[in-house]
């Protein structure tokens, strides 16, 4: 008994380290195209004054491909299990990084971007589920927590890698996806999957979601609580070149430098807060903190006239760390949900999270017609921020919600 409990450890141990792999490529090739957008469009023949608007295009096809991809994956994750998944997208994400940095003009830049965001979709929603079912619902924090600290470092070498020559950043983004699909061949499937598996329950039919008001209700508050967090990668860190320009700095200040320090400090909040969720027995709590903090942090990054790039280095470490909240995030969408529609709502909500800078894109825009840029980032800013509080208040706590149920497809 004692040998197969050690043989568990190992083999979970091992599935979270292969998660948190699996998240490290995952954010690396999710920000790549941020950290490159200004050098590569650049080289493939876009002016400057369309810089902006090209970016945006390319960066909705993207996000495009999350949202699809999302709904793919996570139907599949309860369908055919979470392995599978996770070999697919990883594949697909992979190929498409090899194809992107080959690309020579807009349109093929941007489809293959969301060729590259459908099966980037995958990885996150399919990782941490497994990693949830696996371990118990006192430790299933810690695991979640891991996966995210290790994941969020991926943005940093995305980083340094970005500064260099852009295709070959990309190169690197595939080359570590098929080194980590040898990884994924050690891993195992959910416990708690197989055992739905040999039931007759429907398994990721997406529209479990749709037909109970109170479950699409808590499905539609899980997606919202994290628009913020989107606004400020797909936004303040990604503009943070023209954001720092309209404050009236005097120095050059690089995306690339913006968003590994966002990401570091990600790493370092998401460690606080799966500890804070820990000792407090409370991801409510945790993810009430942690909006405020992002929400003050970002407005004296708004307010910080002629900023240095010394400065705008600690903001973007403050704002990180103040944003750390995904993993709490993920798994608080984890534990709403039964074991026969956990992997959609846990490969969708992160997507859909993801998505929402589109309309947060258009939203943007529209302001950036009637309003400067540093006014139309504080409005959306506090919109987005009140939209996700009132969403955190509607959910129940989860925090030692046991997970070995499914849900009922027909509910009046």
Known sequence: MKGQQTKLTRNTFFLVLVASLGYFVDI?????????????LHDIGIADADIRLKGVYVINMQMFGLLLGGILWGILGDKLGRIKVLFGSILLYSLANFANGMVHDINTYAIIRFI???????????????VSEALSKEKRGYGTMIISLVGLLGAVVAGVAGKYDWRTAYYIGGALGIMLLALRLGTFESGLYK??????????????????RKRFLK???????????????????TLSPEFTKALGTNETISASTGIIYFYTGASIGN?????????????????????????????VFLNAKGISNQQFILLSLI???TGGYLATLVIIATEQFGTNIRATVTTTVPNFVRGTLIPINAAFSL?????????S????LIVLTAIALFALSQLKESFSKDLDYVEVILET
């Open 271 to 299: 460690i606080i807060a799966s500890i804070l969720a820990q000792v407090t027995k409370s991801r409510k709590l945790t993810m009430l903190i942690f909006l405020v903090l992002n929400a003050i942090s970002v407005l």
């Open 195 to 212: 055992g739905v598996a040999k039931t007759k329950v429907s398994k990721g039919n997406i529209f479990i979601l749709f037909n109970n």
């Open 367 to 375: 302001l950036l017609i009637h309003f400067d840029m540093i006014l």
């Open 116 to 130: 590259g965001g459908i099966g980037l979709a995958g990885e996150l929603g399919a990782g941490v589920t497994l």
């Open 219 to 237: 499905y539609l508050c899980c997606i919202l609580i994290g628009a913020p967090l989107w606004f400020v990668v797909g936004i303040i860190i």
């Open 377 to 380: 980032g504080v409005i959306l």
């Open 319 to 321: 704002i990180g760390i």
């Open 28 to 40: 690396y090739d999710l920000m790549i195209f941020s950290i490159v957008r200004v050098k590569s």
